[in-house]
């Protein structure tokens, strides 16, 4: 491989895209996201080294190919042993502007959905991320007054030792860098685009962490390790090759980067800045995680214009603005645009919706009912939603504030809708950690609730199960709260059955798993508590409402203000 490093003379290294980080669920909610950073990137390598820049893009492909040998060996298909498959590259490109300068960055993918070989789901089965996760642990770190840094494995699959070996073609045009015709490469390592290279990389960072630099792996969110050496902690939260570092000790983080460079290429990033597409801020006792810049991207994708201020909505009000779950109601109704972009636009906002803004999960929840007949109504609410996010692009979730309000709570809501296509009720909830919304969620719930009570006890239910989960992480994560986690809900009946455990022929036939709720209020998990219906930010996950309730809601579920009657 001496031509790749004759190549790579006078050039930088090059930094790893993050577009095919994450488990196989990830990709596909991530998939309409990338193409929005690709902006006008050439769609070939072969058009990329006809074009104006050919000798950025030849010193970007000697980069990886140069990574690429360390974990494997080159030689001409002839001489690949018979019987064995040889699967063709696909190769990915990517400009990205790292302090004020353009980079080019080339990676190469095995096609691995063209590989014959069967697996089992142990044999792929890879560690992801949680978003929830993430934001407790931002959450969690900001309480504690650490400094939260970044860092990122170049060539992360490639160090892994892999227990299966790949024979990869490499794509003609290559002759420049001293590649002949017809050349594979046989990996004994990990090889992007494979089925098991993500669980080998998984695995070989877990031996990593667990057993070479002795972290505790959280056993509630197996992407977070954690370690504490004298007084210092130390916290990282990993999605595949990047790394949070949140710390009290310099030079503990340091010595970190330094032992972890002995078994694969780290580089060091400074302070966190943008971390899988959001913008962390860290000032004093507070940070804030946004995703302006995705925003804008879509925004001028789809040229959405700021709504009129008494208009900033995710949903227009009027049922007549709403698709139809049936498909397209007459023919002018029917659909203009093709199908694939509906599912495109529809994934880059749930993009937002799992990520920094709960504010447009219900709307997302109510329109993806409708995405098996797209209609023109549904097309042209999505776009609403976009110029919504657009007028409201500078919303943040902020952890911490200047009160440093304490614990953690919960708000939750649900509607009874009898008249719904199907009967059931709309429930919505979310919880606040050190200020802010880390996990929330809207949708319909899986029994037709008799009454309103009936529905609201089952949210509460159903807020249990994530308030356990929660509380569970926050004290692996170094922090104890001993008073019970407060459930704010406004159905005065479901908190008195909720407390007192009475039942009669009103609730005596709801399931026993939803009494879920009583056994942790015994406890001392949580404790329900009225709050006003004007009053209840969970609201808008349940329904849609005008610009001024709109408004004081999102901004109690990303901030630490309360929600005041409007």
């Not at 691995?112 to 890879?126: K, L, P, Q, R, W």
């Not at 597409?277 to 995703?291: L, M, P, R, Y």
């Not at 009053?535 to 409402?545: F, I, V």
Request: hydrophobic share 40%.
């Amino acid at each position: 491989m001496q031509a790749f490093k004759i190549a790579l003379k006078g050039h930088k290294d090059l930094a790893e895209p993050d577009m095919l980080s994450g488990t196989r669920a990830e990709l596909v909610c991530r998939a309409a996201a990338v193409k929005l950073d690709q902006g006008k990137v050439p769609t070939s390598l072969k058009k990329a080294l006809d074009g104006p820049f050919r000798e950025e893009w030849l010193a970007a492909t000697a980069a990886e190919l140069e990574k690429l040998s360390l974990g494997c060996t080159m030689m001409q298909a002839k001489d690949v042993p018979d019987g064995v498959q040889i699967l063709p590259s696909r190769v990915v490109l990517t400009e990205a502007v790292k302090d004020s300068i353009l980079k080019r960055k080339v990676r190469f993918a095995v096609r691995g959905d063209m590989d014959n070989t069967s697996y089992i789901a142990a044999e792929v089965f890879a560690i992801g991320y949680n978003k929830c996760g993430l934001r407790i642990y931002l959450a969690v770190s900001t309480s504690l007054g650490l400094q939260i840094d970044q860092a990122d494995v170049t060539g992360a699959y490639i160090s892994a030792p892999s227990e299966t070996v790949t024979y990869m073609r490499l794509p003609p045009g290559l002759e420049g860098l001293g590649v002949e015709k017809d050349t594979v490469l046989r990996f004994h390592n990990a090889i992007y685009g494979t089925h098991t290279a993500g669980r080998s990389w998984s695995k070989h960072n877990n031996d990593i962490m667990v057993n070479h630099l002795g972290f505790t792996q959280s056993e509630v969110e197996p992407s977070i390790y954690t370690k504490t050496v004298g007084g210092s902690h130390m916290m990282i939260h990993i999605a595949t090759d990047d790394f949070l570092i949140a710390h009290d000790d310099a030079a503990m983080r340091a010595t970190f980067i330094e032992d972890y460079q002995q078994f694969a290429p780290i580089r060091f990033e400074g302070k966190a800045e943008k971390y899988l597409s959001w913008n962390i801020k860290q000032e004093g006792a507070v940070t804030t995680v946004d995703q302006c810049d995705y925003i804008a991207k879509l925004g001028e994708m789809y040229n959405a214009k700021p709504l009129p201020a008494t208009k900033v909505t995710p949903l227009k009000l009027s049922d007549a603005h709403m698709p139809s779950q049936d498909g397209p109601e007459s023919v002018d109704d029917a659909l203009q645009v093709d199908n694939k972009r509906v599912f495109e636009l529809y994934g880059q906002l749930n993009w937002l919706a799992t990520g920094t803004r709960p504010d447009i999960r219900e709307a997302l929840s109510e329109l993806g009912r409708c995405l098996k007949c797209p209609s023109h109504k549904l097309w042209r609410a999505l776009l609403h939603l976009v110029a919504y996010l657009v007028s409201t692009a500078d919303e943040k979730l902020v952890y911490g504030n200047a009160d440093q309000v304490p614990g953690v709570v919960a708000y939750c809501d649900a509607g009874h809708n009898p008249h719904s296509t199907q009967g059931k009720s709309r429930m919505g909830y979310f919880i606040k950690v050190n200020g802010a919304a880390v996990i929330w969620d809207s949708r319909l719930q899986s029994v037709i609730a008799q009454s309103t009570t009936e529905a609201e006890y089952i949210c509460m239910a159903e807020v249990c199960k994530s308030i356990m989960y929660a509380s569970m992480l926050i004290e692996e994560l170094g922090v104890k709260y001993t008073e019970p986690i407060r459930i704010r809900c406004d159905n005065q009946s479901a908190i008195t059955i909720s407390n007192n455990g009475s039942t009669n022929r009103q609730t005596r036939h709801i399931a026993v798993r939803y009494h879920l709720i009583r056994r942790c209020i015994q406890l001392g998990l949580v404790r329900p508590e009225f709050v006003p219906g004007n009053e209840n930010p969970a609201d808008q996950l349940t329904k849609r409402l005008c610009e001024s309730k709109t408004t004081a809601c999102r901004v109690s579920m990303m901030t630490a203000a309360e929600c005041k009657s409007v």
